[in-house]
C-alpha cells in the first residue's frame, strides 16, 4: 500500500493497494493529487526505492516541488504517516481477511473515506479531517428567485 496523508489537515490523500508498486505508481497517485489539489511545497517519503528512484525525483523537481527524505531508519522523522499506519493496521487490517485484491481495493477505500469523514482525531479537536458536508435544499423563495417580504436588498460595497 502506497498511503499518502497531508500532514497539515492529516487527511488521508490516497491509498493506493497493489500486490507490488514502482516508481511509476507513486508518479500516477501524486499527478491525480497535484491536479486535484494543487503542487505542495514539498513531499517528505521515505527511501524506499520507488521513492528514490530518478523518475521520480525528475518528475517532482519538474512539477516544481522538492523532496523532504527522512534519515535511513529513523521513522520519527515522518510521524504523521507512521501514526496513521498505526491506526490503518489496529483499527482495520488487524481485523480483515481479504480474498482478492479488488475486495482489499473497495474496502480500503471505504475505511480510509471513514477515517476522513466520520472518525474522529484527537489532534483535531476531535473531529474529523474532511468531514461530510450536507446540502439541504434551498427554500422554495429562493429557487424561483423570490426574496421574502422581510428581507433587505444587498448593500453594494464600500470603496
Known sequence: MLNIV???SREALAIRVARWLNSNDVIDVLSDLF?????????RSDNGPEFIAK?????????????????PGSPRE??????FNARL????????????????????EAWRRQYNTIRPH?????????????????????????????????QPPCN
Open 122 to 154: 484527537s489532534s483535531l479537536g476531535y473531529r474529523p479531517p474532511a468531514p461530510e458536508v450536507l446540502m439541504w435544499p434551498a427554500p422554495p423563495a429562493a429557487l424561483n428567485g423570490a426574496l421574502p417580504a422581510t428581507s433587505k436588498p444587498a
Open 35 to 43: 491536479i486535484l489539489r494543487g503542487v505542495p511545497t514539498h513531499i
Open 89 to 108: 493496521r489496529d483499527e482495520f487490517l488487524n481485523g480483515e481477511i481479504f480474498y482478492t485484491l479488488q475486495e482489499a481495493k473497495i474496502l480500503i
Open 55 to 71: 523518475a521520480v525525483q525528475a518528475w517532482i523537481t519538474g512539477v516544481g516541488a522538492q523532496t523532504a527524505y527522512i534519515t
Open 78 to 83: 515522518n510521524g504523521y504517516i507512521e501514526s
Open 6 to 8: 497531508d500532514e497539515f
